[in-house]
Nanobody, 125 residues
Framework: QVQLGESGGGLVQAGGSLRLSCAASGRTFSSYAMAWFRQSPGKEREFVAHISWGGDNTYHAESVKGRFTISRDNAKNTIYLQMNSLKPEGTAVYYC??????????????????WGQGTQVTVSS
């Protein structure tokens, strides 16, 4: 069992930056692939970024590529999402997810076994 807790959300002006953190419990954290998703009101949960268990492979959605960076620190049981050049359309609840199912698609929310409760990011124009 893994418990995830996001932090770092808040209100920021367009063009600004935030760094989200997701702290995980459990001794097997370093064996889990992890991801960030986001969800705006009335919209489906959207893939943002994925990182392999060792941190050597990362994938970012086209909409955030070049502006967002996913990383992890297995010694701290934490993953991060550095968000730069934020846009108003980035306003959403951001969730971290863990433990990619075998043969699952990294961009599909149903592919992960564990989820945090989310942190709100609001980008003002």
């Amino acid at each position: 069992q893994v418990q995830l807790g996001e932090s770092g959300g808040g209100l920021v002006q367009a063009g600004g930056s935030l760094r989200l953190s997701c702290a995980a419990s459990g001794r097997t954290f370093s064996s889990y692939a992890m991801a960030w998703f986001r969800q705006s009101p009335g919209k489906e949960r959207e893939f943002v970024a994925h990182i392999s268990w060792g941190g050597d492979n990362t994938y970012h959605a086209e909409s955030v590529k070049g502006r967002f960076t996913i990383s992890r620190d297995n010694a701290k049981n934490t993953i991060y999402l550095q968000m730069n050049s934020l846009k108003p359309e980035g306003t959403a609840v951001y969730y971290c997810a863990a433990d990619l199912k075998v043969y699952a698609t990294i961009r599909n929310p149903t592919s992960y076994n564990y989820w945090g409760q989310g942190t709100q990011v609001t980008v003002s124009s």
